[in-house]
């Protein structure tokens, strides 16, 4: 039984492999997370009969009633979730993996009286439940800031003097406590509740600091977390392919943290441990120039009559759900052989990718979608630029600006275009909270309003041309 | 013989642990940005193996306590697994390329 069961793993490990891989490409991306989800319920249907496995038919009727749950609830939420909320989703079910590892090693404890285990592996089970236990929790309150739920709201709140020293004292009392009930093979149940709890309140008091703005980074964090953490109970377990895909996600999840937080021109440590207020230091350049609005239609002319338009869409974009209208727009200038494409910041929307997938939801095909490496040059041959409910990542001052909280971060060279249009509910100031440079530029047209209507006038004004 | 057999024991999750750790990396490092957060769930999915281990778990619980716990983890694992899957399969479904080589 032992070797089938070894097989079926070994199998499993090969399919995720081979599905992460596919995932990689966008043609055979759907296929991938299919070849994965075989894997996944080969290695679940074997399960039920592991050796390991040695209680009566009391605990099988639990794992099917729990299977049943959770799965049907994570089912019916990941049907219900709108494109836009799918980051706080993703938040959510990886605390829950956390969760699990970090009960997988409570259990492991539990019964270390009976079934005494090494040093080595109570090390590892203790490790993983911990950081199981911080990806759990600070998944949650990922979640709760994401959801934007009232108790979340006020990152300030949450913000003390001496925080970090109360964090590290908090993490620091969790390992002590955990090396202790290693090292003693305790099973001693106050011990071990003590331990988690103090785990769980570091993984909260770790992400309500930060603002929702650096979530995605937080979220990515925590994902490689509960690989690493499910890595560590799958030594303990013996179990192969809880090891290898734990830790493929572990290093996979730690590079896609760096990235993104790369694309942000910020470090870990600073997303981590400061906050945006705290960034940027002396007046910031202040902004000359009047704004000049526009109206819909004679945006609609200025683009049709253009050769080249490149779009540069923002979270905005996605709250005000206009993708569709820009996209039925954007079908119009094709129509009249504009040139069309579609520029993406790294951290445009909520998370590197997200906005990707809320054009592709609209149906624009992904070729005609750029990142801001390859179409950086392309600005200045573009007759317009049209910005849709983005502001920091098309602020020039990010490049010239040294007082500005956001000089450094790599920015789209939207002002680089012949004409610039951008659509905006109003005049206030971006996510960060700065001026914007680019809006005041002499060739740069204001289009108020929300971006669905304003997508609407454009449609009709495109239109009325004939 | 018996010694060397004990090295390979000993050294061979070593082994697994470095060669998983460059895979992760590897695969990442080809992805395109668009596809970020897609793949961020599809990780998401993939370490909801942990249900496999939260099943064994639950499976040596004896006393009402470690069984609790292990319903608890089994839960939450399940939820992983297929919360990760159908959020992930959503996203994917919807890259298409203006050609209509859809796959």
């Not at chain 2, 940005?33 to 064994?56: D, Y």
């Amino acid at each position: 039984m032992g070797y089938a069961i070894e097989t079926i793993y070994f199998l499993t490990a090969v399919l995720f492999i081979v599905g992460l891989q596919r995932m990689s490409h966008p043609t055979t991306a759907r296929s991938g997370i299919v070849w994965a989800g075989y894997g996944m319920v080969l290695a679940t249907v074997v399960s039920f009969v592991h050796p390991q496995i040695q209680a009566g038919p009391g605990n099988y009727a639990l794992m099917v009633i729990a299977i049943a749950i959770g799965g049907a609830i994570a089912w019916w939420g990941a049907k219900k979730v709108a494109m836009t909320a799918m980051p706080q989703m993703i938040a959510i079910y990886n605390g829950m993996g956390g969760g699990a590892a970090a009960a997988i090693a409570a259990v492991e404890l539990l019964k270390v009286h009976a079934h005494p285990l090494p040093i080595s592996t109570l090390i590892m089970a203790v490790a993983g439940a911990l950081i199981g236990a911080v990806a759990f929790s600070g998944s949650v309150v990922a979640f709760g800031k994401l959801q934007e739920l009232k108790f979340f709201k006020d990152d300030a709140k949450f913000r003390f003097t001496g925080q970090q020293k109360v964090n590290a004292a908090v993490f620091a009392a969790a390992v002590v406590l955990g090396l202790v009930i290693a090292l003693t093979h305790s099973s001693n149940g106050a011990l071990i509740t003590v331990f988690f709890l103090l785990a769980l309140a570091f993984g909260a008091m770790m992400a309500l600091p930060i603002g929702g703005a650096d979530m995605p980074v937080v979220i990515s964090l925590f994902n490689a977390f509960t690989g690493l953490a499910v890595a560590l109970e799958g030594f303990v377990l013996g179990n192969s392919a809880m090891i290898i895909a734990g830790i493929i996600v572990g290093s996979s999840g730690t590079l896609l943290t760096l990235m993104m937080a790369k694309a942000m021109n910020r470090s870990v440590a600073n997303v981590l441990f400061s906050n945006w207020a705290a960034l940027g230091s002396g007046e910031a350049q202040a902004v000359t120039g009047s704004l000049k609005p526009m109206e819909p239609p004679d945006a609609a002319i200025q683009m049709a009559y253009a050769s080249k338009v490149i779009i540069v869409p923002g979270y905005g974009m996605a709250v005000a759900q206009a993708q569709h209208k820009i996209w039925e727009m954007c079908k119009l200038l094709i129509e009249r052989d504009v040139t069309v494409k579609f520029a993406i910041h790294p951290v445009a929307g909520r998370m590197p990718g997200h906005m990707n997938v809320l054009l592709a939801e609209a149906g624009v095909p992904y070729d005609l979608i750029f990142d801001m490496d390859e179409i950086n040059e392309e600005f200045s041959t573009a007759d317009v630029a049209l910005v849709i409910g983005a502001n920091d990542v098309v602020n020039p001052a990010a490049r010239t600006d040294k007082a500005s909280p956001i000089y450094g971060m790599p920015i789209l060279n939207v002002d680089h275009a012949k004409n610039v249009q951008v659509i905006k509910r109003g005049k206030g100031v971006g996510f960060a909270g700065i001026e914007n440079a680019l809006f005041f530029a002499d060739n740069t047209r204001m289009v108020y309003g929300d971006a669905q209507k304003v997508a609407a006038g454009m449609i009709q004004g495109i239109k009325d041309l004939g | 013989m018996e010694v060397m057999k004990q090295v390979v024991e000993f050294f061979s999750p070593i082994y697994i642990l470095m060669l998983a750790g460059f895979l992760g990396y590897e695969i990442i490092s080809k992805v395109p940005v668009i596809l970020h957060t897609p793949l961020m769930s599809g990780t998401n999915f993939v370490h909801g193996i942990v249900l496999v281990g939260a099943m064994v778990a639950l499976g040596q619980a004896v006393t009402p306590l470690e069984q609790a716990i292990g319903f608890l983890a089994v839960l939450l694992g399940a939820g992983n697994a297929v919360g990760g899957y159908f959020v992930t399969e959503r996203m994917l479904e919807m890259f298409k390329s203006s050609k209509g080589q859809e796959k």
